[in-house]
């Protein structure tokens, strides 16, 4: 079946950046979409961007331009966010999941707490 | 950005009961719209898509529907584990949006 395993829990100082993966499993990733997402706990949920592994061609959310960063290794199914300058603003849940325009299959989300 | 305006906020229900939630768009969508469930430490999960399509394995006692730039989530005969916040996406245009969610609590 269709398996989405992200990264465990990061703390960080702000001003550093991190990087998330999401292991993918059960599907043909090299012809699929990613998206990301950011949640804060008892808030809804933000786009921040999509990424087609075929090519490794991206779409971005304005807001979060030069912020995150998506890249993708095909040879091991794994989809990455690089988020860069944490601030306490950035701390939040991230999310990836297939997109197909609809998200069918999500990760079990990684938690990112900025902190000094 | 396309707005996706969601009510209620939050309600509560009794076993069995049937619930709606309601989503608007501020703009057509065409129908691109999903509804999600999501419970606590969890990630969502698809129930509906493109406004009226049932997700493979999602019990039919949930429904979507439309009327315009209105789109309502049905669900009928209220079950213990519909417990949840349920949530609306367009995917009309980018960058993709979401209502604030519904809280569904069951009395």
């Known amino acids: 079946q269709v398996k989405l395993q992200q990264s465990g829990a990061e703390l960080v100082k702000p001003g550093a950046s991190v990087k998330l993966s999401c292991k993918t499993s059960g599907y043909t990733f090299s012809t699929s979409y990613m998206s990301w997402f950011k949640q804060i706990p008892g808030q809804s949920i933000e786009w921040i961007g999509m990424i087609y592994a075929g090519d490794g061609g991206t779409g971005y959310n304005q807001k979060f331009k030069g912020k995150a960063t998506l890249t993708v290794d095909t040879s091991s199914s794994t989809a990455y966010m690089d988020l860069s300058s944490l601030t306490t603003e950035d701390s939040a849940v991230y999310f990836c999941a297939r997109d197909w325009g609809v998200m069918d299959a999500w990760g079990q989300g990684a938690s990112v707490t900025v902190s000094s | 950005d396309i707005q996706m305006t969601q009510s209620p906020a939050s309600l509560s229900a009794s076993l069995g009961e049937t619930v709606t939630i309601e989503c608007l768009a501020s703009e057509d969508i065409y129908s691109n719209l999903a509804w999600y469930q999501q419970k606590p430490g969890k990630s969502p999960q698809l129930l509906i898509y493109d406004a009226s399509s049932l997700q493979d394995g999602v019990p039919s006692r949930f429904s979507g529907s439309e009327s315009g730039t209105q789109y309502s989530l049905e669900i009928n005969s209220l079950q213990s584990e519909d417990a949840a916040t349920y949530f609306c996406?367009?995917?009309?245009?980018?960058?993709?949006?979401f209502g604030a969610g519904t809280k569904l609590e069951l009395k």
């Open positions: 996406q367009q995917h009309h245009d980018y960058p993709y949006t």
